[in-house]
């Protein structure tokens, strides 16, 4: 029986590789699999953001080798990014209730 944080970071390996599969090195996401990614995984957070270059933007912020790939390692970044901003916006609401 798992954890709910085991399953979490299962999940998290997952959709990495469901969409860093799909084209070139296999274990990095292209700008084209980062995208689908957003929009498969993350689609509430890119409609928020208006600015038609959120991708562009958020591959160079994360894309700290340069390699113009992100890596798992590069993903979880974001997803600890997004995780702790969701956290804050958590933290406020309980404080608002
Ligand atoms: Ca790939
Ligand atoms: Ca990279």
Known sequence: ??????????????????????????????????????????SDFLT???????????MKDLDENHDGEVDFQEFVVL???LTMACNDFFLQQNANN
């Open 1 to 42: 029986m798992k954890s709910q944080l085991e399953k979490a970071m299962e999940s998290l390996i997952t959709v990495f590789h469901n969409y860093s599969g799909r084209e070139g090195d296999k274990h990095k996401l292209s700008k084209m699999e980062m995208k689908s990614l957003l929009q498969g995984e993350l």
């Open 48 to 58: 928020e953001s208006k600015d038609p270059l959120v991708v562009d933007k958020i």
């Open 79 to 81: 997803v600890a990014a």
